[in-house]
């Protein structure tokens, strides 16, 4: 189980990908795309990401690099291999400013159907003041201080899946199901201060989290999916119900 105040990284990209495709919020480098023109959607992501990060007031867009996030709670069942409850406070996201989308499908002449998009980054690191307890695997861990958790070359999914809302004669894409993916090369953790800052005790176990980071993150990743999944198909579904489908894209 696990509860959570959870705001992330992805799910401020949804919103990103939906600033630089909405028309009344666009600024003079970004134009609006043709629906299904996924190059052009490409490269608005691309332009913000890369270019918007500091924030962007003419079309309402805050910094993203760095990201500041809300605290993530996370508590795992203690019938889990990795069993934990951890807390990470004050997180701040760098590494957003080099994503970049790689493939984009659907968000054609319609809302429905399925649609996907596929961003990449070199790195994506977390910094917090964390605070863990329990059992990873098979060794107890407990500790508070900084953290720094990193995904090593990210490659990150969203799916959605939608139909079309008819509403006063204007058509709206309608969210049935969002999820969101992610698919790391690799999981980078760094705890300090662990076990009350006992340094070889402290070492050992970050030693052995990296060389565990595959058990480990198949264990965290359900939670984080679901919770950042449910927080962003929030954030989506606000833009779609209250913008037409064709002041995003342009359909012709
Ligand atoms: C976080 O960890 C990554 C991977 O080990 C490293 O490249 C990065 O410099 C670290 N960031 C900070 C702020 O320590």
Known sequence: MYSSKLNFVLQSIFVIFLI???????SSDLKRCVAGDSKCIIKNINTVF???????????LSQTEPFKMEDIIIKQDPANPVAIYLALKNPVVYGTKNIRARKVKGFGKTPDGRHE???HAPYISMISDYEIDGKVLILP?????????????????MIIDATSRIEDGKTYLNIKDLRVECKPKRLAMHFENLFNGDKALGENLNSFLNENWKEIYNEMKRPWYDAIGKQ??????????????DEIFEIL
């Not at 918007?52 to 007031?57: A, S």
């Open 141 to 157: 861990i407990k500790g508070q201080g900084k953290s720094n958790i990193t995904l090593v070359e990210p490659l990150m999914k």
């Open 117 to 119: 998009l596929l961003l």
């Open 50 to 60: 890369g270019e918007k990060n500091q924030g962007d007031e003419s079309f309402g």
């Open 20 to 26: 630089s495709c909405a028309t009344a919020k666009l």
């Open 232 to 245: 962003m198909k929030e954030g989506a579904t606000k833009i779609f119900n209250t913008t037409p489908y």
